[in-house]
């Protein structure tokens, strides 16, 4: 069972409005990253939670990790960033008030369109290493 993400990843975003730290991390359980088909499960940290507070604590230490090596389910640990810049979001939290913009409570929003977008390259990805074995 894992104690670290060894098998971590960077998953790049594009900041822009949507408070997107520049990386996140992800975690391909063994099994997955040999080839095996896995479910996918995202994980939103909390307030003052992201890697620019607390590194990858979030990730390593909520037990998510074990979970995954154990079900075969990969694990997205998108990041947001603090800003005092607008969008405005001292505390580096993902957008349940409406930071980003009026719509952040759906899927036309910034973090949800960037967190399915995520979701798909992560499918695409696992696709193609299945198709090959």
């Not at 996140?24 to 940290?45: D, E, M, Q, T």
């Not at 949800?112 to 499918?123: F, L, Q, Y």
């Amino acid at each position: 069972i894992p104690k670290e993400l060894s098998n971590k990843k960077s998953i790049t975003t594009r900041r822009s409005s949507a408070s997107f730290d520049d990386e996140g991390f992800i975690y391909f359980p063994s099994a997955c990253a040999n080839g095996k088909r896995c479910s996918i499960h995202v994980a939103l940290h909390g307030c003052q939670q992201g890697k620019h507070a607390v590194g990858d604590v979030f990730a390593t230490k909520a037990g998510y990790l074990e979970v995954a090596e154990l079900n075969d389910i990969i694990m997205i640990f998108p990041q947001v960033r603090k800003s005092l810049m607008l969008p405005t979001n001292p505390m580096g939290c993902w957008d349940w008030w409406g930071y980003s913009e009026v719509y952040y409570a759906t899927q036309k929003a910034p973090q949800m369109r960037g967190i399915k977008s995520m979701i798909d390259t992560v499918h695409t990805i696992t696709k193609v290493f299945s198709e090959t074995e």
